[in-house]
């Protein structure tokens, strides 16, 4: 029996490994989806970015204001889009600057910080790998070994569980209290 479960737990082993192989892959393609987002945004702003550089030295919150407090409708639904937009060239900055970072770094942000948007974007559009890369080899590695340290000591806590009801069962049936 234990012949098999050591062919298993290998088996299981190269499961989290490929998995973790992904990890380094899985942050790039969201770093590239968040600078293609980046150089998106930039584009479309640029004209905005003229137009506050000829009319209000270059600061972009007073042309918003210029265009919140006209009295034509129009230009204060402008007013709201252009400072959505340039809230969101923002964000996108601090992303790639939060992506700047080790494998590690950019794993926790991809968890923990990163825009849910694109986030959920990247992980449908997600092609699986298997790259044979250093980081991705470590990732992988590092991924499998804590797995296999988690399963192994799930296993022990349950050999020792069993252990324990035996011993608690055998001890009444004896008839000893």
């Given amino acids: 029996m234990s012949f098999l479960l050591r062919y298993l737990l290998i088996a299981v082993a190269c499961v989290f ?3 973790g192989m992904q990890l380094p892959g899985l942050a790039d393609q969201y770093a590239k989806r968040v600078d293609a987002s980046l150089r998106e945004v930039t584009l479309n702003f640029q ?30 639904a402008e007013g709201d889009a252009i400072e959505r937009m340039y809230k969101r060239k923002q964000k996108l ?5 939060a992506l700047d970072t080790h494998l590690p770094g950019r794993l926790w942000h991809l968890l ?8 959920e974007q990247t992980l449908i559009q997600y092609t699986a ?24 000591g799930a ?4 050999r ?5 009801i035996t011993r608690q069962i055998n001890h009444r049936w004896r008839g000893a209290d």
């Fill in 17 to 19: 490994m490929l998995l």
């Fill in 47 to 76: 004209p905005f970015l003229i137009i506050a550089n000829q009319h209000t030295g270059g600061n972009v919150e007073a042309l918003i204001k210029l265009h919140r407090d006209s009295n034509v409708a129009p230009f204060q």
């Fill in 93 to 97: 900055e601090m992303e790639r600057v």
């Fill in 112 to 119: 923990v910080r990163a825009d849910a948007d694109l986030r």
């Fill in 129 to 152: 790998t298997a790259p044979l890369t250093q980081e991705a080899l470590i990732s992988g590695g590092v991924v499998a070994l804590v797995m296999m340290l988690l399963l192994e």
């Fill in 155 to 158: 296993m022990a806590l349950g």
């Fill in 160 to 164: 020792y569980l069993q252990a324990l």
